[in-house]
């Protein structure tokens, strides 16, 4: 990880990147989203109340290479809460480098000072990239998600 400076909140000034490295994710999703979604997201982020917080991780000169966005939220078996990892990117050109783990060490530092008592996340059955990452950091517990539309 030393080719990254550190993990920090996102900032007003990394508007354009964000928009740069989501539109990244979402297309590797094979998912595109109206301006207006992007806007409301970017203003969720940057509230300071706001229900989804996000995370960049930077080279030593201050460049976004990668995001995390993540929410907090409450637990039917727990008095606690739990964050869930919704959104996580790097760069291609800085895939491999340590800025995936970095983000999720964050996220984690940031469950934690929340009081969460887990961190959870989910990824596609063949994303083969990053789930070789997450067998690494985390635990798969079996579980599959299904969608219902509404």
């Not at 996102?10 to 297309?27: N, Q, S």
């Not at 887990?118 to 596609?124: A, D, S």
């Not at 063949?126 to 635990?139: K, Q, S």
């Amino acid at each position: 990880m030393a080719e990254f400076s550190h993990v920090s909140p996102l900032e007003p000034a990394d508007h354009a990147r964000w928009t740069e490295l989501w539109r990244g994710y979402l297309t590797f999703y094979e998912t595109a989203l109206p301006a207006e979604v992007y806007a409301a997201t970017w203003e969720r982020i940057l509230a300071p109340a706001g229900a989804i917080r996000a995370l960049g991780v930077r080279t030593p000169d201050g460049t976004l290479v990668g995001i995390a966005h993540y929410l907090v939220h409450a637990h039917s078996w727990s008095t606690g809460e739990v964050c869930y990892l919704q959104d996580l990117f790097v760069d291609e050109a800085y895939r491999g480098r340590g800025g995936a783990t970095a983000l999720i060490a964050g996220v984690a530092e940031a469950a934690r000072a929340c009081g969460c008592f887990r961190l959870y996340w989910t990824t596609k059955e063949d994303n083969l990239t990053a789930r070789r990452l997450y067998d690494l950091v985390a635990r798969f517990n079996g579980f599959i998600r299904y969608d219902y539309p509404l």
